[in-house]
C-alpha cells in the first residue's frame, strides 16, 4: 500500500523574483539605451539617440524646460511704484529729525524729491517753485501755515552739503542712490559709474561721503539719548 504523496507546501508573502542576469559585454549599450528611453517617458521628454553600425543606441543628449516661477507683485498705496533704501539710512533720518540736527524743511524737501525721481536714473526733474508748490499741495487745502520758496532753496543747499542730493543742471536734482532709489540693482549700479566718472572717482565725494557731522555707516544706536554726546546728534537745533 503506496502512502499518498506529501501535500504541497504553502509560502506566505511574495515569491522571490529570480535574478536577471547581467547581459552580456556586446549588448550594454543597448540595455542602457532602453533605459534611458523609460527614463525619458517618465520625464515627459523624448531621449534623442543616434545608432551606430554596430547596432548600439548612444546618448546624444537630454533636454529639460522650466516652467516659469511666478512671483506676487507688491501692493504699494498710490500710483507712482516704490523706491529702494537704505535700512540704516532710514533710521538715521529718524534720529537726526529726534536730535534737531536736520530741519524740518530738509527733511520734507529730501522726501518729496526722493520720491520723485524718473524710474532707473535716481533724478528728480524738479524746479525749487515746483517743490514749493508740491509741498504745499495740502497745507493750501486746508488754509495752513506753508513753505516759502526761499526756505526751500536753503534746504536743497544744506541737502547738498549733506551729499544727499546735488545739483546736475536746471530743474534736475540727483539722488544720493546708495540711499533712496526707484529702480533695480542693475540701472543703480549703471547710474553709481556716471557719478564716479563726474567725480572723478573720488571716493570721499558724492554718493560715498553722507553727512551731515557726525552721520557715520555703522550701527547707530536706536535711542533717543546718544551714548557719546559727543556724536553731533544733540545740542544744535535749528527751525526752519
Known amino acids: 500500500m503506496t502512502s499518498d504523496p506529501p501535500a504541497r507546501r504553502r509560502h506566505s508573502g511574495h515569491r522571490p523574483v529570480p535574478a536577471v542576469p547581467a547581459p552580456a559585454a556586446a549588448g550594454d549599450d543597448a540595455e542602457f539605451g532602453d533605459i534611458l528611453a523609460v527614463l525619458g517617458r517618465q520625464l515627459g521628454e523624448q531621449v534623442a539617440q543616434t545608432t551606430d553600425p554596430g547596432g548600439r543606441r548612444r546618448l546624444t543628449g537630454v533636454h529639460f524646460e522650466y516652467a516659469a516661477d511666478p512671483r506676487a507683485v507688491h501692493d504699494m498705496a498710490g500710483d507712482s511704484g516704490y523706491s529702494l533704501a537704505s535700512n540704516w539710512f532710514t533710521q538715521l533720518l529718524a534720529q537726526l529729525a529726534v536730535a534737531n540736527s536736520i530741519t524740518k524743511s530738509q527733511l520734507c524737501v529730501?522726501?518729496?524729491?526722493?520720491?520723485?525721481?524718473?524710474?532707473?536714473?535716481?533724478?528728480?526733474?524738479?524746479?525749487?517753485?515746483?517743490?514749493?508748490?508740491?509741498?504745499?499741495?495740502?497745507?493750501?487745502?486746508?488754509?495752513?501755515?506753508?513753505?516759502?520758496?526761499?526756505?526751500?532753496?536753503?534746504?536743497?543747499?544744506?541737502?547738498?552739503?549733506?551729499?544727499?542730493?546735488?545739483?546736475?543742471?536746471?530743474?534736475?536734482?540727483?539722488?544720493?542712490?546708495?540711499?533712496?532709489f526707484h529702480g533695480n540693482s542693475t540701472a543703480q549700479h549703471e547710474v553709481l559709474a556716471e557719478i564716479a566718472d563726474?567725480?572723478?572717482?573720488?571716493?570721499?565725494?558724492?554718493?560715498?561721503?553722507?553727512?551731515?557731522?557726525?552721520?557715520?555707516?555703522?550701527?547707530?544706536?536706536?535711542?533717543?539719548?546718544?551714548?557719546n554726546p559727543g556724536t553731533g546728534l544733540r545740542g544744535r537745533r535749528r527751525t526752519g
Open 110 to 180: 529730501f522726501l518729496f524729491v526722493a520720491g520723485g525721481q524718473l524710474p532707473g536714473t535716481g533724478v528728480a526733474q524738479y524746479t525749487q517753485q515746483e517743490i514749493t508748490d508740491g509741498l504745499n499741495r495740502i497745507a493750501a487745502r486746508k488754509g495752513g501755515k506753508m513753505i516759502t520758496r526761499s526756505t526751500v532753496n536753503r534746504a536743497v543747499q544744506a541737502l547738498c552739503g549733506y551729499k544727499w542730493v546735488e545739483q546736475v543742471g536746471n530743474g534736475r536734482i540727483q539722488i544720493n542712490v546708495r540711499l533712496w
Open 198 to 227: 563726474r567725480h572723478d572717482h573720488d571716493t570721499g565725494a558724492f554718493p560715498y561721503a553722507v553727512g551731515p557731522e557726525g552721520a557715520h555707516q555703522e550701527e547707530l544706536d536706536l535711542g533717543f539719548e546718544p551714548e
